[in-house]
């Protein structure tokens, strides 16, 4: 059966928004959900509805497009839609699925749609990281090479994600924690809360807490991270 995802359609201009929602109206493995028209709106519908895609225009009064992701923690595929190709690199830094310029064509969505399909399509447990491997991580500071084993607490801030290193350093990248999740080894990373994942090789011990949470310390980090009771029995097991 064919996956049928949701999505938000953000722009400020009423004809623009009403063009593009007909376009993906045609198309019956998309359901437009929600429309916004400034980074207010759009912060409030998406939040409520957690759609699969947000379609989001650029350059909008007061705030732009950048504007609304700094302000959220949203895990789904962002399709920006402009009338300038100038945002393009900038896009693509964000972790942009896609980049159309108007006028958007139906053929265009159509095969936006298609890559979309495949890469949902695709096994998710064969991308996985190796726990010895090495990852290329790129900040506004420097660009370096760090060993997977070497990562004790990857914590989600908004829409990036900060990354502890066992020698004390922090990396904060534009990365939802969900694609973490699904790539480090499930064997080795545990989510523990909403915002944070953790390497259990570094987890010493668990505290009960209130409401059935936990605290968890981990080795080289300075305070406890907190557990939720959703996710306590994963990494209690993990220890039994």
Known sequence: MQEK???VVIDDERLA???????????DNVEVVGEAYDVSSAKRIIENLTPDIIFLDIQMPKQSGFDLLD?????????????YDNFALKAFDV???DYMVKPVREDRIEKMLERLSKSEGSNISNQRFNYEDKIFISDNKFMKFVNLKEI??????GNYSKIF???????????????????????????IHRTSIVNIDYVEKLEKW??????????????P???SKTYSSVLRNRFS
């Open 210 to 223: 209130f409401n059935y949470s936990f605290r968890v310390y981990i080795a080289g980090f300075e305070a």
């Open 165 to 191: 290193i066992q020698n004390g350093e922090k990396h904060l990248l534009y990365r939802p924690l969900k694609d973490w999740e699904n790539r480090l080894p499930s064997n080795k990373f545990c989510r």
């Open 95 to 97: 972790n942009a699925f």
């Open 225 to 227: 991270v907190m557990m």
């Open 152 to 157: 004790i607490l990857i914590q989600s801030t």
């Open 17 to 27: 928004r009403q063009r593009l929602i007909r376009l993906l109206n045609k198309f």
């Open 71 to 83: 302000q959220l923690s949203f895990e789904g595929r962002i399709v920006f839609v402009s009338a």
């Open 5 to 7: 995802y949701s999505a």
